[in-house]
């Protein structure tokens, strides 16, 4: 996981050849050029003559949180659909291929209509027009020029070629020769104003699977989005920037062009050029071919303000993977002072190997293998999350884990940061200001990003100025006033008990028959839903590797030598594929002794196990007992 807000403020932007400025507190005032066309649009323009190349961002004000409600994931897939192309790029007669566009938007809506009647749906009818429809993409996709925005960029020396949507932004960025602007002002001009969402229905299949693979089977994926839609009741910011895969499905082709219309608005763009570019020649370029696109009314998001939490919020989330938790914080965004307090906090708490929460739960009590800190999840403009992420080292768990973290966030808001801590954050900012200048790109990011949040792109400059002003009472009141209980959510990632291979001993018998109806080896072949390996009682059975790797074996016991039988074996494997092994003892249920006597051995095995239960739930009450009490106190 990596430090998503941390990663934008350490990309603070300049150029290599500023290192001089910085010893005497670096300005880009006089170096960034800015314009303001007729229509709304921002332009930055930044000379940096090291290189014949320069980097090109492209940013729209929009993102997942404009979205209407039952529309999650338009702002995500209408990023898709401007790669495919225009009235010009991508086609090779239009309007022989509007005709057929039409034809297809019409039979997949009727698709979709028929669809949403769930259970009533008619699947002859849609069967028969999935026919239809497969028969019309076909057609239609003879006339199309695949992946012909990407191939003239490449062609031109394009790098970095890109797109992204996040909760509040949509970015196109590239980098290009410098002799190539106008290419790219043509480019991106007529995506704005005549984009053609050509293979929209099968793009949108792209995108539910898209999903399926980042959030529905990856465990991070859904633990992320599992805790931003706890920690959000209201509050856009809870909906996932793919969309919920119920919304996707039935995405209408005519909703995402209105909301296209609504948003990708000049005055609703920010554009940043840097580069070996002459700032007079780009902007007349950038009038040219953008100056004339009319500007829109932008709508209001649609979404509600979150209300104050008014207490924990805790969520569970089961996946076959190593548990995690994610802790989260609401806060302000920026640029609200207490927002800088928190770029403080993230460092102080998780940068580095000195840093609180690495050298006590990875280095000095080992229990944990990462935790990490982000400042300004899941956007930043509108009130936000501190969110911290932890993964136990087995075999500790997510409790302990969960329990140093708040030991030390105790500490931090009862006791002031010593001047060494807060000297090493101001110094490692600075660092990392530095380690950033060397790129167009890095740059071209930082301009457009902050110029279309906080509306002004020195909010770049200015972060280092309060950042020095923070002082150690700064860290405790902030700590104080939104690091506590009330204020939290927490999501934990647990980990499947699931066996990948249960490894067991028989009498050595063939045949059914040859078996004890009434043993654990019966009852588990009968309801296992996973492999099973046999071992013959008694016997020596070599252990021969296997293509197929187990993380998990589970060895069923029921007291007797012959049962344990199969510990070696399990051992053996375990110790080639490095898997856990669970070892799982079944005890005959009490009421069973009044249909036949419980044999000596059975009743002591009942007796150890039922006491060693009883001393372990009175360990776990009195722990999590002590932990009430520390966080009340």
């Known amino acids: 996981m990596s430090h998503m807000r941390r ?21 880009l005032e006089g170096r960034v050029q800015e314009f303001d066309l007729k229509n709304g649009m921002k332009v930055l323009i930044l ?23 039952g529309e999650t994931g338009t702002a995500h897939l209408l990023e898709h659909m401007l790669f495919k192309g225009t009235k010009t790029l991508g086609t090779r007669d239009y309007k022989k291929e509007m005709k057929l566009l039409e034809a297809i938007d019409e039979v997949a809506e009727q698709i979709d209509r028929e669809r949403m009647k769930g259970e009533k749906a008619d699947e ?72 053609v969402f ?33 920690a959000y009741m209201a509050h856009s910011y809870g909906r996932p920037i793919i969309g919920w895969d119920a919304d996707v499905r039935f995405l209408n082709k005519r909703r995402v062009e209105r909301f296209f219309k609504q948003h990708y608005a000049p005055n609703n763009a920010v554009v940043a050029v840097v580069g070996a570019v002459d700032a007079k020649r780009a902007l007349k370029v950038i009038e040219d071919y953008f100056g004339g696109i009319p500007p829109q009314e932008i709508p209001a998001m649609p979404g509600s303000e979150e209300p104050p939490q008014a207490g924990e919020r805790r969520i569970t989330v089961e996946f076959d993977a190593y548990p995690q938790v994610m802790i989260g914080y609401h806060k302000p965004a920026m640029p609200h002072f207490d927002d800088y307090v928190f770029d403080v906090i993230d460092m102080i708490l998780s940068d580095g190997r000195t840093s609180r929460l690495y050298k006590s739960l990875v280095e000095e009590k080992k229990i944990a293998v990462r935790v990490s800190t982000a400042n300004g ?44 801590e807060l000297a090493k954050v101001k110094n490692n900012l600075e660092a990392g200001f530095i380690r950033s200048l060397a790129s167009n790109a890095g ?41 506590v209980e009330r204020n ?73 030598k012959r049962a344990e039988c199969a510990i070696p074996v399990a051992t053996a494997l375990a110790a080639h594929h490095d898997a856990e092994v669970i070892l799982v003892h079944a005890v005959r249920r009490p009421e069973l002794a009044c249909r036949a006597p419980v044999s000596p051995g059975d009743q002591d095995l009942a007796d150890r196990l039922t006491e060693r239960n009883r001393v372990e739930a009175a360990m776990l009450y009195r722990k999590r007992r002590h932990q009430r009490d520390s966080r009340r106190s």
């Open 198 to 230: 050509r293979e929209f229905y099968s793009e949108r299949d792209v995108v539910r699977e898209e999903r399926r693979q980042r959030e529905e089977t990856d465990p991070e994926g859904m633990l992320m989005e599992n805790f931003f839609a706890a």
């Open 488 to 560: 939290r959510t927490v999501a934990t990632l647990v980990k499947q008990e699931a066996a990948d291979l249960i490894v067991l001993s028989t009498h050595g018998r063939s045949g059914l028959s040859g078996w004890n109806l009434s043993s654990v080896v019966h009852k588990v072949l009968v309801r296992a839903r996973t492999s099973v390996l046999l071992v013959p009682a008694y016997e020596s059975l070599a252990v021969e590797p296997l293509d197929y790797r187990y993380r998990r074996l589970m060895v069923p016991l029921d007291g007797s």
């Open 443 to 483: 740059l071209a990011a930082q301009l457009s990003y902050y110029q279309s949040l906080a509306g002004d792109w020195r909010y770049i400059e200015n972060h280092l100025q309060v950042i020095g002003r923070i002082t150690a009472e700064d860290v405790r009141r902030v700590a104080q006033s939104y690091l």
């Open 47 to 69: 000379e940096r003559p090291v290189a014949p190349v320069a980097s090109f961002y492209l940013r729209f004000k929009v993102g997942a949180v404009d979205e209407p409600a």
């Open 124 to 195: 002859a009818a849609i069967a028969a027009l999935r026919e239809r429809l497969t028969s019309l993409q076909e057609e239609h996709r003879k006339g199309v020029v695949k992946d012909e925005i990407s191939s003239l960029y490449e062609e031109n020396g394009a790098e970095g070629l890109n797109a992204s949507t996040g909760c509040d932004l949509t970015t196109y960025q590239v980098s290009l020769p410098a002799n190539r602007m106008e290419l790219w002002a043509r480019i991106e001009s007529d995506r704005m104003v005549n984009p």
């Open 7 to 27: 990663s934008a403020r350490a990309l603070i932007i300049a150029a290599y050849f500023f290192l001089p400025a910085i010893a005497s507190g670096l300005s």
């Open 377 to 420: 999840m899941p956007g930043s403009r509108y009130p936000n999350l501190f969110t911290i992420f932890v993964t136990p080292r087995s075999p500790h768990t997510c409790a302990e884990a969960e329990e140093e973290i708040y030991r030390q966030l105790a500490i931090l808001c009862d006791q002031p940061a010593t001047p060494r």
